[in-house]
């Protein structure tokens, strides 16, 4: 049977008459070349169609396509009552999107040189229809930023946690449609952007890199929203799933049924949706602006010359062409048309595709129409499944029959229409799309989406016909098809093996792009093998990851965890983390702790510790800390780990006094002395609070840094031993203090007392230096510098008498002072009472240094007050004070500085001797 005889028979019913080749209508002048009109919307078209976006809003995502029904994952049971005539369609993406478009859906982010060029407003129709009035003083601003893109879209960061923070486990779908929304906004403002830039700007360039990457993300949200949809509903189903059999089932019912009960089926429709959805967007709506023809007429300008060629009067061209109008006319005369109609024919099926690609059936069978193809517009029209409901009783009224009840014998026409080479590329293609054949319709899917569009429409177009064919079709029936087509076992894990072993460049190039991959492995199931993925991303430089790539896989991995989805936690925790630090570097401060929230405990104390390093404010501090507590981490941890890594820093071992360099108190001993500040926020924390500041007094006095220690003690509030003592005695224990404690406030006590020490001999000594001096009388002076000097005398001796008070009240307090760390009570200074406390080997290896460091030098000075201000006796009596068993000085004394002790004993003991006194101080007796 001719195929354009059985249109014809077939569209009679659902068109109305076909045109007749000879109509008087037709016979009208050609058309005048209207030239003008057709290039400046055709032209444009040609070169851009696929470029155009909708309007600032989402396109609706449920188009007529081949097995589509308006189907959500969580609508499954809305099978049942599924009009499959309404679910089956065509659907596509013109190959000129794919060949010539500077279309951002289709650019391969492998080549970022041609971005402006792609994107600049003489080369697209991107964004016709913007509101040029819109937003204009935010795109001037964004104009004038280094990296537009980058800036526009820096708000995502806090948009999508702010997002994720509104919902719950049980909206989790609704989460990941306002994910889509955002990068749909983004999309928008970046698009407006890029048509208003200059073209051939660099930093352009890059935000058109961003746009790419944000419409790469927004449809993949959208994939992720409807597949997981689905399998959460399958998986809710399953437990409850059974097959109903009706007899003398329809095509349509039978198709219903393995929508219903086939996952596969159901998704890789879902992923066809998918694809078509994102051409759809980009194609807008074009097509209302098409004229390729006058309303009703077909092939115009050949008719326009034939009749012509019946005149007498005729002196045109006598070329051959065809003589009959009829569809098949050009092939079966093998005569041309004319050059106009030719070239009108092959720019239609070139669109006429673009709108089957996108899954607007409906589209191209009106523009078909419009066009005076109504023969062919029935021609998209059978694919309809065919259902009487009276066969099985469909009530006492007679109801419409449904669909085409001669699908079978379409379907063949349509694969042998694919198969027939005089045909044009789009129109085979158009009907491979129609017969489910691939190797026909693989010609014109060039790009990544294409591609994957071609291979699940085809897997889905043949595992429903074999449902159709087991369940519906007679054996004889079955031979009218290729048995390859017919007994092909797909699968989507088949389809992605064959797209790595394309012969096309750019698709082998798309299959390495980040989101290829990861809606490669959503659209498989496969969350292992995506991690697997993300594993090896992070495992290369990872400051070459765009920050909205990380986002996407930071907010997929909790996606994951929501659903109970398991992910390796390796990897998740490296994705995560290698986020945390992004948001650090580009100072998102107020979104860090919920992202350090969701690591392991020990990790996250660790990790928020190192952000907490570099925050110097007090504010900020203060402000970190209340984040991270809504976050519920563990602030009392981190804040003790903070101050120990800034602790640890650079520490070297302790050194004697004679060894060490007094350089002050440098940058870094600064940042040990501010770090305090994080534990001293919460009363809870004085202990600990005095158990680092301890640490950090112990290095310092070891440097002799007695200023920075001194510093170090003042952040601890007065009261933070009464508040150590309250807070435990609220909580009801009788006990005594935890041994840790009690020992950490024995030695903020001990370090107090040589600080004060140390202050009272600094003051003692600048005032010991800074003595009156006695005015000296010149010889031979007169009787008025004599009474001068007189008068100069008696005041140095008031001036003396005050300082001679003034010292001896500070060498009063000294003595007491370096008494009070010489013999400290109960077991010396720097020594723990407690000896049930949890070991601490390096504190207690620090404080037997400082013992061994301090105290000696402790007892020199002391020495040094009491020679100088002429006690020598007591200065021997400190010979019994480093002796005494009880305390034990003499051993943290070694060899060179007991014999320099005995040598400044031996300077008192001459001094007695100078006064007629035995050594010892004591009259001698004679």
Not at 548 to 572: A, C, D, N, P, Y
Not at 747 to 758: F, N
Request: charged residues 25%; glycine residues 4%.
């Amino acid at each position: 049977m001719c195929f354009a005889y059985f249109v014809f028979l077939f569209s009679r019913s659902s068109f109305g008459d076909v045109l007749s080749p000879l109509s008087t209508e037709m016979a009208k002048p050609g058309r005048k070349q209207s030239s003008q009109k057709r290039v400046s919307i055709l032209t444009s078209l040609d070169d851009s169609i696929g470029c155009m976006t909708p309007r600032g809003q989402m396109i609706p995502r449920t188009s007529s396509s081949l097995f589509r029904q308006p189907f959500t994952a969580l609508s499954r049971s809305s099978l049942k009552q599924t009009d499959a005539s309404t679910i089956l369609g065509a659907a596509g993406k013109s190959p000129l999107i794919l060949q010539n478009s500077g279309l951002l859906g289709n650019q391969s982010m492998l080549d970022e040189s041609n971005w402006t060029a792609m994107l600049s407003p003489q080369q697209t129709g991107m964004f016709t229809n913007l509101d040029m009035t819109e937003d204009v003083t935010m795109s001037a601003v964004l104009l004038r930023e280094d990296d537009p893109g980058e800036a526009a879209t820096m708000s995502m960061y806090s948009d999508f946690l702010h997002s994720f923070l509104k919902h719950t486990s049980t909206t989790i779908f609704d989460l990941v449609d306002e994910y889509e929304s955002i990068c749909n906004n983004q999309v928008n403002i970046l698009g407006k952007i890029v048509y208003r830039a200059t073209p051939g700007q660099q930093k352009f360039s890059k935000t058109a890199s961003v746009l790419w990457l944000l419409k790469q993300e927004m449809v993949t949200w959208r994939l992720l929203s409807s597949l997981y949809r689905d399998r959460i509903q399958s998986a809710l189903e399953d437990e409850t799933a059974f097959d109903i059999t009706v007899l003398n089932a329809s095509e349509k019912m039978n198709v219903d049924n393995l929508f219903q009960k086939d996952a596969l089926v159901r998704q890789s429709q879902l992923v066809v949706d998918w694809l078509e959805s994102i051409a759809k967007d980009e194609i807008g709506n074009f097509s209302d602006n098409i004229e390729f023809y006058a309303k009703s007429v077909y092939w115009e300008n050949t008719l326009h010359i034939l009749k012509q060629r019946q005149l007498s009067t005729y002196m045109g061209s006598s070329r051959p062409l065809v003589t009959e109008l009829d569809p098949d006319a050009p092939i079966r005369q093998k005569l041309p048309l004319d050059d106009l109609d030719r070239e009108d024919d092959a720019r239609l099926l070139k669109y006429l595709f673009t709108l089957i690609r996108a899954g607007m059936t409906d589209e191209a069978q009106r523009l078909c129409k419009r066009c005076g193809q109504a023969w062919r517009a029935a021609t998209l029209e059978g694919w309809k499944l065919y259902h009487d409901p009276n066969i099985n009783g469909g009530g006492n009224e007679v109801q419409p029959v449904e669909g085409n009840p001669y699908r079978c014998i379409w379907k063949i026409c349509c694969w042998r229409m694919a198969e027939e080479e005089q045909f044009n590329r789009y129109e085979r293609a158009i009907y491979a799309a129609l017969s489910g054949n691939l190797k026909q319709l693989l010609p014109v899917c060039d790009t990544w989406e294409d591609t994957v569009w071609a291979y699940f429409r085809v897997m889905v177009d043949t595992l429903v016909e074999q449902e159709i064919r087991t369940s519906v079709v007679t054996a004889e029936e079955m031979e009218e098809l290729p048995r390859e087509y017919l007994e092909t076992n797909w699968t989507s894990e088949k389809v992605f093996e064959e797209l790595q072993a394309t012969d096309k460049t750019r698709v082998i190039e798309e299959n390495q792009e980040h989101y290829r991959v990861i809606q490669k492995f959503i659209i498989l199931g496969d969350v292992d093998g995506l991690m697997e993925e993300f594993s090896r991303w992070l495992s290369k430089d990872r400051s070459v990851l765009p920050g909205h790539l990380l986002r996407f896989m930071t907010h997929l991995i909790l996606f994951f965890r929501t659903l109970g989805q398991q992910t390796k936690e390796e990897v998740s925790v490296e994705v995560l983390k290698t986020y945390i630090q992004r948001m650090i570097s580009e100072k998102h401060t107020d979104l860090i702790a919920f992202y350090v929230s969701h690591l392991p405990p020990e990790l996250a104390v660790a990790q928020y510790a190192l952000f907490l390093e570099d925050v110097t404010e007090s504010d900020q501090r203060h402000h970190c800390l209340e984040l991270a507590k809504e976050a519920g981490l563990d602030v009392a941890a981190i804040t003790k780990t903070v101050v120990e890594n800034i602790r640890k820093k650079d520490a070297g071992d302790f050194s004697h006094h004679d060894h060490m360099l007094n350089t002050g108190t440098t940058e870094a001993d600064r940042l040990k002395i501010d770090v305090i500040d994080w534990l001293v926020f919460d009363p809870a924390q004085r202990a600990e609070a005095l158990k680092q500041s301890n640490a950090i007094m112990r290095k310092f006095l070891a440097s002799k840094k007695h200023e920075a220690a001194k510093d170090v003690f003042v952040k601890i509030p007065q009261d933070s031993i009464a508040e150590i003592y309250n807070q435990w005695e609220e909580q009801g224990i009788e006990a005594s203090l935890p041994a840790e404690d009690d020992n950490a406030i024995r030695e903020h006590l001990c370090i107090r007392a040589y600080l004060e020490a140390h202050e009272i001999f600094s003051k003692w000594f600048q005032h010991m230096n800074s003595a009156p001096q006695k005015p000296p009388l010149l010889p031979q002076a007169s009787f008025t510098e004599k009474v001068a000097h007189e008068h100069k005398e008696k005041k140095y001796e008031v001036d003396y008498g005050i300082w001679k008070s003034f010292l001896d009240g500070l060498t009063s307090d000294v003595k007491e002072k370096m008494y009070n760390v010489l013999l400290f009570v109960d077991g010396g200074w720097m020594v723990d009472v407690r000896e049930d406390a949890e070991e601490d080997p390096e504190r207690t290896h620090q404080m037997i240094l400082l013992r061994k460091l301090c105290l000696p030098m402790m007892c020199f000075l002391l020495h040094t007050v009491l020679h100088s201000t002429g006690q020598y006796q007591e200065c021997l009596r400190l010979a019994d004070m480093v002796a005494s068993e009880r305390h034990k000085l003499y051993t943290v004394f070694s060899k060179e500085e007991l014999r320099k002790f005995l040598q400044k004993l031996r300077e008192s003991s001459l001094m007695l001797l100078d006064q007629d006194l035995d050594p010892l101080g004591y009259e001698i007796q004679s």
